[in-house]
């Protein structure tokens, strides 16, 4: 005779917590982020801990889970629990504690401070204090304050004339204009490419006879479609003062990495404003300001309408380049300012480029660079007795 197996109430628990244990193993040897904070800035050691889950807090300490992430009401994961829970993940830290010498509390300002707006979301973290950024008003498309002119007409867009997705640069017009083909696989920059004095890159647009959901031409057109930051980032609280962004993930030489996106003014009202530490000037040279229909020269200002580029620091020895790119319009004054990586960058390295000599002609009298790098061009101020300050974002 073979025995029947009832399941019981007990026996529906002790199933269901197996089948949680094992796919939260899966989850975690699979690489999936075992900290990874919820609206509420809980992590799942946070939940597993709260729910007295004993089993899933020593599987998420085992897989390296992070007991010193704050969620939104300032708790640790040891300080919602009781029990067992509470003594695994109090002696873990004490077991950290013995290795590093003191443990750093990690304070999440938020999980997103895109609110939704980016394809991933870009955590904001202060390791040093209590501080949290300036509020602004997070945007993945340049807003106006007041209307720009800008030219779309047939004759700036120069559609190309090619069939199908393979836009080379020996066919292309648009590949031909931006002097040659200049992307590699994965639509990063080819080796090659000279970021000490970049040439405009020009994509194919919705003039253009190519398919242009398939075109090869169209890297940052389809990315800038989706939000104004391409990578895994993290905002965070630098020992030097200000915010900066990080990758969270390893980025590859020539890769895309965000859009500077903010107000779009013109020139001379941008030099009205006061606050000027976000701006970004998208001054032509003379010859190509003759070419365009409306003359007046642009800015951009992330202060109070910004993406996550407006985090990323000045450095004399930078890791990214900002180069104008060309999507859905021709007009030579308004290209999307795209920041590329000029080499591969590690996980959790911060993210920085050079403001360039015209920034620190006028800046260098006010306060002194402070990327720490061996060939800073501006250690110090220029002015002797102008009073030393600190470049913060």
């Known amino acids: 005779m073979i025995a029947a197996y009832i399941p019981t109430r007990d026996s529906n628990r002790i199933t269901c917590h197996l089948v949680v244990n094992a796919a939260l193993r899966l989850l975690a040897d699979s690489g999936a982020d075992v900290s990874a904070p919820n609206v509420h800035s809980d992590t799942p050691l946070h939940v597993a801990a709260r729910q007295g889950h004993y089993p899933c807090v020593i599987i998420l300490l085992a897989r390296g889970a992070r007991t010193d992430i704050e969620n939104s009401a300032g708790e640790l994961p040891v300080e919602v629990c009781r029990g067992d829970c509470q003594s695994a993940i109090s002696l873990n830290m004490q077991l950290a504690l013995s290795v590093r010498d003191c443990t750093k509390r990690f304070k999440l300002i938020t999980s997103d401070i895109s609110n939704g707006h980016e ?46 997705t393979d836009c080379s640069a020996s066919a ?10 200049w992307r590699g696989g994965g639509g990063r920059l080819l080796p090659s490419f000279p970021y000490h004095e970049p040439p405009m890159i020009f994509e194919c ?37 200000g915010w900066g962004l990080r990758a969270a993930r390893a980025l590859l030489r020539g890769a ?13 009202e941008a030099d009205t404003r006061t606050m000027d530490q976000y701006m970004f000037g ?42 104008r790119v060309f999507t859905n319009t021709r007009d030579l004054r308004l290209p999307t300012i795209t920041l590329f990586a000029t080499r591969d960058i590690a996980a ?46």
């Not at 292309?172 to 083909?181: F, H, L, N």
Request: aromatic share 8%.
């Open 172 to 181: 292309c017009s648009c590949a031909a204009v931006s002097v040659r083909r």
């Open 348 to 393: 959790n390295e911060e993210l920085t480029f050079d403001y360039g000599d015209k920034f620190w002609s006028v800046k260098s009298k006010l306060f002194k660079c402070e990327c720490g790098e061996p060939e800073c061009r501006y250690p110090t101020v220029t002015q002797d007795d102008s009073k030393s300050e600190t470049v913060e974002n």
């Open 205 to 241: 647009n919705y003039t253009c006879g190519c398919r242009l959901s398939h075109c090869t031409n169209t890297t940052i057109t389809k990315l800038t479609n989706l939000g104004a930051t391409f990578v895994r980032t993290v905002v965070f609280k630098r020992r030097r003062g």
């Open 119 to 164: 394809t991933y979301p870009i955590p904001c973290v202060n390791e040093i204090d209590d501080s949290a950024p300036e509020p602004f008003t997070y945007v993945t498309r340049h807003v106006m304050p007041t209307r720009i002119a800008v030219d779309n007409t047939l004759p700036t867009m120069q559609g190309c004339n090619c069939t199908g």
């Open 256 to 268: 895309p990495a965000a859009a500077y996106i903010g107000e779009l003014l013109p020139a001379d």
């Open 282 to 323: 998208l001054h032509l040279k003379p010859t190509h300001i003759e070419q365009c229909v409306e003359k007046t020269q642009l800015c951009v200002d992330a202060a109070v309408y910004g993406s996550a580029a407006r985090f990323i620091n000045h450095s004399c020895r930078p890791n990214l380049a900002p180069v």
